[in-house]
């Protein structure tokens, strides 16, 4: 919850608050030395025009992370590049940050009072003096960054800005903390004002090269590695591939056959910097003029955007005198010196998409020549510049470089700034690439999971199905031999039954045959006829069937006992009903008889009819 302070603890704080010093601003280096951007003349001009589309001064990047006001620009209306990031309030963060010891990203009112006293006179003295801060900030005890940044955006929208004396504004706040860095000998009371300018030059070019909406102000550590790798080019160093990676980067991971998600370093902050450049080259050399005329010119190239410079040859048109200048190509401007010192400037040319840069041919001492031609129209020339170099190297480099200083007005930004948006869609369409891969990789891993369980699955379903059917099959084969075993038993009941109704049938015949002898008055006591052969034969084989019969009922009983047969619960739909037959191992009663031909009354002996005997009759005629 934060805490409201009163109107009269705010006024005790802008009372103790000392009135700020008048600031002498650091000087800039002067394009006095030779040199050339190399990077700005392999600059595809036709690639940043692609890349920047048509806005009113509304600008948003491909990552959302950056707020391009049209303030800060000379056109209000041309092309924006998608990775364009302005970087004139960077050095108002930086104070910020300076402020911000505890990195938590709020600041005491105090403090911000204080910083917003020495930035007034630049930013504006109506919405950034104390009265305006007081009124705007009063509810809260501490300010956040985003709320800060906010009210900067809204106070300076519609201003023109000086980035130098901003710069040198929070240089001024910031300075007591980084020049506290291991480039400085702790033990020197007095920094060198040589090192002391080194680091303001390096400061300006870190606030031009940082990434958007970070806090505190870093930059992208690819940058960084660049940065280095000029540093060390302007000091005549080795650089080696391992030499920033295997010190400050060992986390670093973008291999794309990796498992794992690419992941990239963090943001370097310029306290992180200026570590890392202490550790690489020492302080030793970082204390010697040589680091001074290097980092000279990359402040040169970097921050204030000179392209090229050197000696040239210029004459006046319908004239034959050629005069030797000292050129410097700076963002769209061409400027003449008189001299190497650049302290007499002799002729400035504002370049415009309206001019052309021509190739001319040798005459006289002059083999090496070029003009700058601005034309209203298709053949009204109204300015003319005609130059000539020393050697053919030398002009072609003219040449290139103002061809791209002047295809680039086009899109309102310098060259520098078009090279630095240019790398950072690079990295952002790398990176994005790098991590669609990544997710292709993990979509297609976890596809192949996905169908090796699946395969799995179908194996294991199969392997069921496998030992289903063998079961089944089993069960089968069980069914049909239990199927036979009832055809064989079903076989012998019915030759069961015939032989007992053979049987029955010659009973009846020698009942009926002994009752028509009494009727006739035979001989009763006569011995029964003996037993023919059918009747061995019968009795024989009835004895041979029941013997089959029970084995194969031992046999059926067995294959009840398998384990191959279905549990009793199961459905046995499929299977035959099963035959239950009883036999009968009592022989019926003396002298009576049961005509009903019933299986349950079947016996494997035939009842001896010749033991019955018919009731005495006497016939009285």
């Not at 030779?34 to 003349?41: H, I, K, M």
């Not at 200048?325 to 190497?340: N, V």
């Not at 039954?497 to 009763?524: I, P, Q, V, W, Y």
Request: with cysteine; charged share 25%.
């Amino acid at each position: 919850m934060e805490r409201k302070r009163s109107t009269k603890s705010i006024r005790r704080l802008s009372l103790r608050r000392p009135k700020p010093a008048e600031m002498n601003q650091p000087n800039m280096p002067l394009p006095n030395v030779e040199f050339e951007d190399v990077l700005a003349s392999q600059l595809q001009v036709s690639d940043v025009i692609n890349n920047s589309v048509l806005g009113d001064g509304s600008m948003h990047n491909l990552t959302n992370n950056s707020h391009s006001s049209p303030h800060f620009r000379r056109h209000q209306s041309c092309l924006y590049h998608r990775c364009y990031h302005n970087t004139t309030l960077v050095p108002l963060w930086q104070a910020f940050a300076a402020l911000d010891t505890r990195n938590s990203g709020k600041l005491l009112l105090g403090r911000l009072m204080r910083m917003s006293s020495v930035m007034s006179s630049v930013l504006g003295v109506e919405q950034h003096s104390d009265q305006a801060i007081q009124k705007y900030f009063i509810q809260f005890s501490q300010i956040t960054f985003p709320k800060y940044k906010s009210y900067v955006m809204d106070t300076t929208a519609g201003k023109i800005l000086d980035p130098e004396a901003l710069s040198a504004y929070s240089w001024s706040i910031c300075k007591d903390r980084y020049l506290n860095n291991p480039l400085v000998d702790n033990l020197d009371s007095v920094v060198p004002p040589e090192l002391a300018q080194a680091i303001y030059w390096l400061y300006c070019i870190f606030n031009n090269l940082t990434e958007p909406d970070t806090y505190p102000p870093s930059m992208d550590y690819e940058e960084t590695d660049l940065l280095l790798r000029k540093l060390f080019a302007a000091l005549g160093l080795a650089w080696t591939s391992n030499d920033l990676d295997s010190q400050h980067y060992d986390d670093a991971s973008s291999d794309s056959n990796s498992n794992f998600e690419p992941s990239y370093p963090p943001h370097v902050t310029f306290q992180q910097l200026l570590s890392i450049i202490a550790d690489l080259i020492g302080t030793e050399l970082a204390r010697s003029h040589a680091f001074y005329r290097a980092v000279q010119r990359l402040c040169l190239s970097e921050y204030m955007e000179v392209m090229k410079t050197g000696w040239i040859n210029v004459r006046k048109p319908e004239t034959d005198v050629w005069k030797k200048r000292w050129a410097a190509l700076h963002g769209s401007k061409f400027t003449l010196y008189s001299g190497q010192t650049c302290l007499d400037s002799k002729e400035e040319i504002n370049l415009s998409h309206h001019m052309h840069i021509e190739a001319l041919p040798a005459t006289g001492s002059q083999k090496h020549r070029f003009r700058i031609v601005e034309k209203e129209g298709d053949f009204s020339i109204t300015s003319e510049h005609e130059f000539s170099t020393a050697t053919q190297k030398s002009c072609l480099s003219w040449l290139t470089l103002l061809s791209v200083a002047i295809k680039v007005t086009e899109t309102g930004m310098s060259a520098k700034t078009c090279e630095i948006s240019e790398r950072r869609l690079e990295r952002f369409q790398r990176r994005e690439s790098e991590r669609e891969v990544y997710r292709k990789k993990r979509d297609v891993l976890e596809t192949f999971d996905r169908l090796q369980e699946a395969k799995k699955a179908r194996s294991e379903v199969e392997d069921a199905l496998a030992q289903r059917s063998q079961l089944r099959e089993a069960k089968m084969i069980h069914l049909l031999k239990m199927d036979k075993i009832y055809e064989r038993l079903e076989s012998i009941q019915f030759q069961q039954s015939l032989c007992n109704k053979a049987e029955r049938e010659r009973g009846l015949l020698r009942l009926l045959t002994s009752f028509e002898r009494k009727l006739h008055g035979e001989d009763r006591t006569g011995n029964s006829a003996p037993n023919s052969p059918e009747k061995s034969d019968q009795k024989s084989m009835l004895t041979r069937l029941a013997a089959e019969r029970d084995q194969l009922e031992h046999a059926l009983e067995e294959l009840r006992m398998t384990p191959s047969h279905p549990p009793a619960n199961h459905n046995t739909s499929s299977r035959k009903p099963s035959l239950v037959i009883h036999r009968v191992e009592s022989l019926p009663l003396e002298g009576s008889f049961d005509y009903r031909s019933s299986s349950e009354n079947m016996s494997t002996t035939s009842t001896d009819f010749s033991h019955l005997t018919l009731p005495d009759i006497t016939l009285h005629t």
